[in-house]
């Protein structure tokens, strides 16, 4: 379980967003870093039992501050995802802790490139009834609740405005989260939690491992 001296580290490190306080407390940093990676790590093992995970990989605590108006060094969270293996599987886990509510989990696709997206919009315009009905599903829409992402004003381009489907060929992202609180991320359960949440999104992952390894008229392409 998460213990909550990380989620005081991270609260520090939140107010003093700075590299001087932050070497002077870097052992800190260190064994709790080395806590969260024996997390990552047990999830991906427990992962394994039930999907086939390539990787997991965990993101750096330090922030590319080259370009953002936001200079602060270190990103207050340890975060990391977990790919599924071979080109079969599409789609990718995600887990963020961070304090103050801000932990989740969740995963789908956040950037597909055009064909991708192509490809998942003729899906949807084709038949959209399989896609619903894993959305509908009661735990799904209780653990996730609606599909995030940004989406298009009009129809893309090749597309009929006026389709049953148009509210989901709009979109442009496709992924989903679930929230915590911190006092569930601090619960003896909350792996659990994770992990019954990664599960619940097999489904969607395992549907759009079907599109997206297919053409337009369902023929592999792998």
Do not use: C
Not at 203 to 221: K, Q, R
Request: charged share 30%; no cysteine.
């Amino acid at each position: 379980m998460i213990d909550k001296s990380l989620f005081k580290f991270l609260s520090d490190l939140e107010k003093n967003n700075n590299r001087d306080w932050f070497n002077e407390n870097k052992p800190t940093f260190k064994a709790h870093e080395a806590e969260a990676k024996r997390f990552f790590k047990e999830v991906e093992a427990r992962l394994q039992v039930s999907d086939n995970i390539e990787k997991h990989k965990i993101m750096r605590i330090y922030r590319d501050v080259r370009f953002p108006k936001d200079k602060t060094p270190y990103n207050p969270r340890f975060a990391g995802s977990f790919s599924r293996a071979t080109p079969a599987l599409r789609g990718s886990y995600f887990l963020n802790i961070q304090p103050g509510g801000n932990s989740i989990v969740g995963g789908g696709f956040y950037g597909p490139n055009a064909d991708d997206l192509k490809r998942i919009r003729e899906e949807f315009a084709f038949d959209d009834s399989e896609i619903r009905n894993i959305l509908a599903d009661p735990k799904f829409k209780k653990t996730y609740g609606e599909m995030q992402g940004a989406e298009l004003k009009t129809a893309p381009r090749g597309f009929d405005p006026e389709h049953k489907a148009i509210d989901l060929i709009r979109k442009k992202q496709f992924y989903f989260i679930r929230r915590f609180s911190d006092k569930e991320v601090l619960a003896p359960n909350f792996m659990d939690e994770v992990i019954d949440s990664f599960e619940t999104i097999r489904p969607y992952f395992d549907y759009m491992s079907m599109v997206l390894t297919t053409d337009a008229n369902g023929e592999s392409i792998l």
